[in-house]
């Protein structure tokens, strides 16, 4: 059996039946697996997810009891072949069948000749498949094209253009820069940048932040120069939440939802290692992340501790320089590198969400010193996380002003989609 291909089912299953992210799933998988193809997998993988919903289309117009008649493991094959036979010139057709039969055979007994017909088939029939037309129901047309949850094109088309959405749409299916960001503390950007060419990877500098470079190559997070914590890669879109904050060295500064910890390490990175992060979250296996990546990177200067962040910590009130509240969200501005979010369900938990969001970052502001920042940002660019949770909050808190705010966009900014707003307290004489 192709280890290849069996390594990128049992990571789609583990997504599809699970609910794992892609992310971490397939990282997994190929540290278990060990796959002699690694690009191959992930290729296959985020292709996969990216084009879901298309994929199903097609295969629905094929079965004649309809998708609704296939378990998990036969369809998530099934969406591999399809996969296979529509976007990856590089593998045969004769393969892409032959080796999804194989894959039938061991992972859903007396189902491999379903999944042979169905894609012999679909490799007859393709051409002449088409989307339903645009013109009956265009939600409809852009969901099954781009492959979204209907309910994400029905919100943005809200606020922004028919055009403006399906650049959206296209850039969230598009694959992201490698961007890392250089840790100031060990390394000067120019050296960190020859010593990667060295080991023959392609190096650009970032386009929004000083301290981002965009790297080429493969394994590049198996490197000597990343173990010894030169770079931690991060999008652009998050690096500007420490560039914002605007610390100085011997700040106090509370980062509030602060697992897997990539703000907290970049912003103690920008303080030289002075002065104190204390860096919360509700789980403290998730905090466990946090000192694991300080640890690499030579930070002393923070300090990791469960709390809740709905709840107001009476011992810390008007205490920090800056607060940053990177609120829990849809995470819709990073489809990009997590595709199973473009199938979420709109559900009550994401229905709360906004209201949850307003309650931390109110508990949270009490922290602020008279003169202090606080810094909201999310990872989706839905308004009703962003702009009116802020609105929201500014209309009780009068002491607290706006002085900046920033939306990025995939379509626009070729950066992951990404909300900051930077408010500041009045300097208030106690």
Known sequence: MDINRKTAYLTLLDVESRRAYSNLALNHKITMNKPNSPAFVRELVYGVLERMLTLDYFIDQILDEGIESLKNPELTIMRMGVYQLTHMNSVPEYAAVSTSVDLAKKYCK??????????????????????????????????????????????????YSVAFVEKLLEAGNSKPPLTMRINW?????????????????????????QNAIKVK????????????????????SSMLVSEKIGVRQGDLVMDVCAAPGGKTTAIAERMNNTGKVIASDIYRRKLDLVDKEAK?????????????????????????DRVLVDAPC??????????????????????????????????????????????????????????????????????????ERLLLLPNVNDTDGFFICVMKRDNLLE
């Open 110 to 159: 007396g189902r491999a000749g379903l999944v042979n017909k169905v894609l012999r088939e679909y490799q007859n029939r393709k051409i002449q498949m088409h989307l339903p037309p645009r013109d009956e129901d265009e939600v409809r047309y852009l969901s099954l094209k781009y492959s979204y949850a209907p309910w994400i094109i029905e919100t943005w088309l809200k606020y």
């Open 185 to 209: 503390l060990k390394v000067r950007k120019q050296d960190l940048i020859s010593a990667l060419e060295e080991r023959g990877y392609e190096v650009q500098e970032g386009n929004l932040c």
């Open 217 to 236: 190559g493969s394994e590049v997070l198996e490197s000597e120069l990343f173990k010894h914590g030169l770079f931690t890669p991060q999008d652009e």
């Open 296 to 320: 690499r990177l030579g930070i002393t200067n923070i300090e990791t501790r469960s709390w809740d962040a709905t709840r107001v910590d009476s011992t810390m009130v008007r205490k920090a």
């Open 330 to 403: 849809s995470g819709l501005g990073v489809v990009r590198r997590k595709p199973e979010i473009k199938y979420k369900e709109k559900d009550d938990d994401m229905e709360l969400l906004p209201k949850k969001q307003l309650a931390i970052l109110s508990a949270s502001s009490s922290y602020v010193k008279p003169g202090g920042t606080l810094l909201y940002s999310t990872c989706t660019i839905n308004p009703e996380e962003n702009e009116k949770v802020v609105e929201a909050f500014l209309k009780k808190n009068r002491d607290f002003k706006k002085e």
